[in-house]
Structures are given as C-alpha cells and as structure tokens.
C-alpha cells in the first residue's frame, strides 16, 4: 500500500514524462535523471504532458509498487517546468496535488512544530 507516513520524502518530477515507461524505465529515470536512490522509501511522482495520467514508484521491502492514476475530467495542478528536474513536497502537498488541488494553498493551515509553538 502507498506509504503515507510523515517521514516519507516525495520527489516530483518537473518534466512530463512518458506514460508508457513501467518500473524499470522509471528506476531509471530516478537513479539517471534525478541522481537519486529509486531504492530507497521516498516516493517518485511522474505526470504525462496533458497532466491527466499520475504515476508513483516507491520501493517496499523486496520489490516496487507501482501506482497509476488516470483522470476522467480535469488535469492535475502540476507545477510548470523549471531548469530542476524535481521539487521536494510533503505528503500533504502530495494529496492536495492527489485531489485536484494545487501545491500551494494559501488558506490551508500552517504545519506547527513544537520549536514554533514556545
């Protein structure tokens, strides 16, 4: 099942990427493009040019999960192409984003941490 825990990292790619690319083409994409660990817990997040296919890849224990999520209506709200080829978001951004919302809602409530609190 898609992990959800807080300590997860979420990697969003910036580029479209090819939909028809499984498993193997996306572990390659991490581990080339991306110069990360396709291995390790954090979550990899892909979306096709028209922004209505979503892909995850995540790595469980002894093999990947591979998630695809194809919208009927509407496009996902993903954040136009920059010079990096992936943005850091949290979990919560990543259901936002999951939902049909954008990244960067600016009515939601701020994360508050005991440092912010004293």
Known sequence: MLNRTSSVQVYLSTKSTDMRKSIDGLAAIVQMSFLLD???????VFC???RNKLKILQ????????YYKRLEKGKFHWPEENNSSTINISQ????WL????ELEQK???KKVT????I
Do not use: C, I, K, Y
Request: net charge negative.
């Open 107 to 109: 009515h939601a409530h």
């Open 114 to 117: 005991a440092s912010t609190v």
């Open 38 to 44: 396709p291995f390790s817990t954090s979550l990899f």
């Open 98 to 101: 999951l939902d049909g919302l």
């Open 59 to 66: 790595w469980e224990n002894n093999g990947f999960w591979l």
């Open 48 to 50: 096709n040019r028209a």
């Open 92 to 95: 919560r951004e990543l259901n």
